[in-house]
């Protein structure tokens, strides 16, 4: 077996069962379907060519989770700029009222990463470790980020 | 958190269950990596070449393809009405002002808002909307005005407690233009409209007569003898004693006039070239104008390069904008815009929404959801908020179902829960 058939393999047994979680990641940040199939696409590349920087040993769905939400990231940044220009974007957060908030629209105008969070802990079941690791922090700080999200939806909530 | 944790998770599982991956999505994108797989080492910068360029070929598509692709995205999922408490608030309080929807629930039953999205009262018409009538709230929702079948200016007037108002029979002419707004004072109603001694700027309160002044905006008569006349008021402040009156037609010039109310005489008067202006937008104080470029309704070419905020007394440039977003309205002391980052008045487009200073042009608070804007945006009286009402794509009845957002100026979203019914 040659070496890039063995490659193929590895790509195929450590990412392929992940990329059903790509898509939906996707999905989850662009919200459009074409664009989250190419972004699952497009990251999958990226993933092989960057295989060599898997750590052996280290979790596979974590570290191309990562790679899918950079490269939304980087996406919805183009379409925002193509959209409007304007001198500045910085984004306020957003809060809501406790009783009269309906969950999927507080959800939708979540900033990005706070929805994130949410749907890699409460929808994907990652743990804390893997949340922290698909979003570039640490797991107290994937912790205190999926706290704080749902803060906003609840205010009163006491985290488990 | 349980409660929670179930509630996001249904959330996102309504979201994912309507675009499930595409079946075969492991093998694909398995065979694609494949594709690129490098049998020998020199060809890995080919491939990586021919990813950048196909990567660039991706976003130059999905940018050119933007408006298509929207063009054709499903309805949005969460537009089917939800579980809300719909209950009897009971009569509104005096002085405070509301938000009004129809209680999707009660023929005829209105609920109020109150600018924290708490329900404060509920009115009961004498009778239910009936579906082909407008209805329209003054400002502080004090006042309804109803237009049959949606055409020519308001012919009765309820209260806030719903009942009639009665119209002044001495009265010798009424407006009929569609096109009135409500003043800056939030209590009378201004129209541009043809009685027989021409062109003529009136103002109202409801179930009075008028008071109006001629106005000579189109002297010799040439523009309505070309039958499409297109003369609007869309800014009318009696505290200022100034009126914007526009007249935006498809391909043809625009123009624009800054009006003193009490004796119409015109103060100023713009035009600009044909079609390079979707619509011309005016604070509630008559102070500022906003020249909405066509690209911002979705023009591709020719539009104009900017959309631009000018002071109306002398059109002085406060704040430019790119093309493609337009102003939807002010807050009441001007210092707040509510502007469309995406062409919204195109069916099928969700709108895309951003709160912006004027002054700055800081970004405060952006909407990016599913759901188009069933009317105009409504200035919060004597504060800085907007409220406004979402509507999803495939709804395109007189009396949509709508939700309320309270956009707040310092960058936060007060979402009323339900599915409500516009007026």
């Known amino acids: 077996m040659s070496r890039a058939e063995t490659g193929e393999l590895n790509f195929d047994a450590l990412i392929g069962p992940h990329l059903d979680a790509g898509y939906r990641t996707a999905l989850a940040i662009l919200r459009n379907p074409d664009e989250a199939h190419d972004a699952v696409q497009e990251s999958a590349l990226k993933a092989w060519r960057k295989l060599h920087q898997l750590r052996e040993g280290s979790p596979a769905r974590p570290w191309f989770l990562a790679i899918v939400a950079n490269h939304c990231r980087s996406e919805r940044r183009k379409h925002w700029w193509s959209v409007v220009r304007v001198p500045e974007v910085e984004r306020a957060d957003q809060e809501f009222q406790t009783d009269n908030v309906d969950i999927d629209r507080a959800l939708a105008t979540l900033p990005r990463d706070d929805r994130l969070a949410l749907f890699l802990y409460f929808y994907l079941d990652l743990p804390l470790e893997e949340v922290g690791a698909v979003l570039g922090i640490s797991p107290s700080g994937a912790k205190t980020r999926v706290y704080r999200a749902a803060k906003k939806l609840r205010p009163g909530l006491e985290m488990d | 958190m349980d409660d929670l944790r179930s509630e996001i998770r249904a959330s ?3 979201e994912q269950a309507a675009h499930p991956p595409i079946t075969a999505l492991r093998q694909n994108v398995v065979a694609t990596v494949n594709a690129h797989s490098p049998r020998d080492t020199n060809y890995q910068w080919l491939a990586v070449a021919a990813a950048v360029v196909l990567g660039i070929l991706v976003v130059v598509g999905l940018m050119s393809t933007r408006l298509a692709r929207h063009a054709t995205m499903p309805a949005n999922p969460h537009s089917s009405p939800v579980v809300s408490p719909i209950a009897d608030y009971g009569p509104s309080p005096a002085g405070i002002p509301l938000v009004y929807v129809q209680d999707p629930t009660h023929d005829g039953w209105l609920i109020g808002f109150d600018w924290t999205g708490k329900p404060r009262g509920t009115v009961k018409m004498p009778q239910p909307i009936a579906p082909s009538n407008r209805v329209g709230q003054s400002p502080d929702g004090s006042v309804f005005g109803i237009s049959p079948n949606g055409k020519g200016g308001y012919t009765e007037f309820l209260d806030g407690l719903g009942n009639r108002i009665p119209a002044d029979t001495s009265a010798s002419e009424w407006p009929v233009s569609a096109g009135e707004i409500w003043a800056d004072d939030g ?7 043809y009685p027989q001694q021409g062109w003529t700027l009136s103002t109202r309160l409801p179930g009075k007569g008028p008071k109006s002044v001629p106005v000579a905006i189109d002297p010799d008569g040439a523009m309505s003898r070309t039958g499409i006349i297109g003369f609007s008021v869309v800014g009318c402040s009696l505290r200022n004693d100034r009126a914007i009156l526009t007249r935006g037609v498809y391909g043809v010039e625009e123009h624009v006039w800054l009006v003193r109310i009490s004796d119409g005489k015109i103060l100023s008067h713009q035009t600009y070239a044909a079609n390079q202006l979707s619509n ?9 104008i906003a020249e909405n470029s066509a690209k911002s309704s979705g023009q591709i070419a020719p539009a104009a390069p900017s959309t631009i905020i000018r002071r109306a007394s002398d059109m002085s440039v406060v704040l430019t904008l790119d093309a493609s977003t337009g102003v939807l309205g002010f807050n009441s002391d001007s210092s707040m815009a509510l502007v469309a ?4 008045v195109f069916s099928g487009v969700p709108t895309h929404m951003a709160l912006i200073e004027v002054t700055t042009g800081k970004v405060l608070w952006r909407y990016e959801g599913d759901e188009v804007l069933a009317s105009l945006p409504l200035a919060q009286p004597n504060g800085k908020d907007f409220a406004v009402m979402l509507k999803g794509m495939a709804d395109s009845t007189q009396h949509p179902s709508v939700s309320v957002m309270i ?10 829960r339900g599915s409500y019914v516009h007026l």
């Open chain 2, 407 to 416: 956009v707040h100026s310092d960058g936060r979203a007060t979402v009323v």
């Open chain 2, 187 to 193: 209590k009378h109603l201004c129209v541009i409209w």
């Open chain 2, 12 to 14: 996102f599982e309504k």
């Open chain 2, 280 to 288: 011309i937008t005016s604070s509630l104080d008559g102070s500022l």
């Open chain 2, 341 to 344: 980052t995406s062409p919204w």
